[in-house]
């Protein structure tokens, strides 16, 4: 398993959590239980208050509370009592119950970066999950956070890609020449533009601005069916 692939998420709260007005886009899966939103960041934002203005009011680094804000750690039942201490406001407006057309973020794609990535969640689960965009859907959809800027403006890093979780064993006729997630033979998975190079079974990656990597096997290529500006 790879350095990137963390199993975070909250655990099954025990108490009943009523609608909360203030919700952010990052959403945690649950491991057996209702998988909720996080609304510490967007809690923050609404006070006003700097990370490290609520790191000293959780008695915490600011790097601890950027990291419970993405996500990248553990949202246990002492970090949610912090949190709600430091608001003034009830544990259960620290999570809300999660949507039903939530997609999971699994992974990161590399969009400048050699990124390795392998989706070993079970269907569902996730580092945390975003809502789907309108029309999409979330159903047989997982999400990737963009690492790097070589495809920007049109892809920045930290926004989500969806993309299909199934055929990932050939070149899909549909990611030709279009946005697409893309598996090289070398184990790095980018999100490129895809065409066929001049080379028979081969294909260009192209950037929008870096140099294009040229004449290179691919394992596998999805296009992307949608994207989220999650931050």
């Not at 006003?48 to 790097?63: K, V």
């Not at 993309?163 to 279009?178: C, G, K, P, T």
Request: hydrophobic share 40%; glycine share 12%; proline share 5%.
């Amino acid at each position: 398993m790879s350095s990137l692939q963390h199993h975070y998420g909250v655990i099954h709260a025990r108490w009943s959590t009523p609608f909360w007005g203030v919700a952010q886009q990052h959403h945690f899966g649950a491991n057996g239980g209702m998988a909720s939103v996080n609304n510490i960041g967007a809690l923050r934002e609404k006070e006003g208050w700097s990370r490290p203005e609520l790191a000293r009011r959780m008695g915490t680094s600011t790097s601890q509370v950027e990291r419970l804000e993405k996500g990248q750690r553990l949202l246990k039942p002492h970090w949610i009592d912090r949190a709600a201490a430091a608001f003034g406001v009830e544990p259960a407006a620290i999570i809300t119950p999660l949507s039903g057309d939530a997609v999971a973020v699994v992974g990161y794609v590399g969009a400048g970066g050699d990124i390795i990535f392998e989706d070993s969640y079970a269907p569902g689960d996730g580092m945390y999950h975003v809502d789907s965009l309108p029309g999409l859907g979330a159903d047989g959809l997982i999400g990737l956070e963009v690492r790097g800027d070589s495809m920007y403006p049109f892809f920045r890093n930290g926004h989500i890609i969806f993309i299909r979780r199934d055929n990932w064993d050939r070149v899909e006729d549909e990611a030709l020449s279009d946005w697409a997630v893309c598996r090289l033979s070398d184990g790095r998975t980018l999100l490129k533009e895809v065409r066929p190079s001049r080379v028979a079974g081969h294909y260009d990656l192209i950037s929008q601005n870096a140099p294009p990597i040229e004449d290179v096997e691919l394992v596998w290529a999805t296009a992307v069916k949608g994207h989220l500006r999650n931050r």
